[in-house]
């Protein structure tokens, strides 16, 4: 399938395991394909911005997404957890950001990092995006299509409020942009 990407698309996949190597995942999530075709620049993000959305915004959300930084302390309270003195308590015996540190996984230096079965799903939507578009190859545009499709955190992220907009930007020949 590889061999259909677009320039664009093949960058935005190699940022995506420059993205997890840098926040030290060891799974290369839909997430850090979003996080790829956003670090790429390309159409797709040219596309985003039409729809409304400051790209370094998603950015952000996404990492958080990737890190596991968005737990929900409501949630945890709920059941009894206070997260703030879990976190304090971490901080104490193990150093200022500890908790935060180990939710983001151990893996070897260097080396092979796995697609999620998520990633690998947003990344066979992208292909059913393009031949839906009947486009020949794959672009970044289909690739954070793909995700969206996918659904899951990172898709909710990128769909935003209204998925319409963002789905007709992303679909929009970008020679016609």
Do not use: Y
């Amino acid at each position: 399938m590889f061999e259909r990407f677009t320039k664009d698309a093949r960058t935005a996949v190699i940022h995506a395991q420059e993205e997890a190597r840098e926040l030290r995942c060891s799974w290369i999530g839909a997430e850090h394909v979003a996080l790829g075709v956003l670090s790429a620049d390309g159409s797709a993000v040219r596309a985003l911005r039409r729809a409304g959305h400051d790209p370094a915004v998603l950015a952000n959300q996404l990492r958080r997404i990737a890190t596991g930084s968005g737990l929900d302390g409501e949630a945890l309270a709920a059941v009894g957890i206070d997260l703030d003195a879990v976190s304090r308590s971490s901080d104490a015996i193990f150093g200022d950001g500890a908790l935060e540190r180990a939710g983001r996984g151990r893996r070897r230096r260097g080396g092979h990092i796995p697609f999620t079965s998520a990633a690998r799903k947003a990344l066979e939507l992208a292909l059913r995006e393009a031949l839906r578009l009947e486009d020949k190859e794959i672009s970044d545009r289909h690739l954070l299509l793909g995700v969206i499709r996918g659904g899951g955190p990172a898709g909710e992220v990128l769909a935003g409020h209204d998925v319409g907009a963002v789905r007709a930007s992303l679909e929009a020949r970008p020679d016609a942009a």
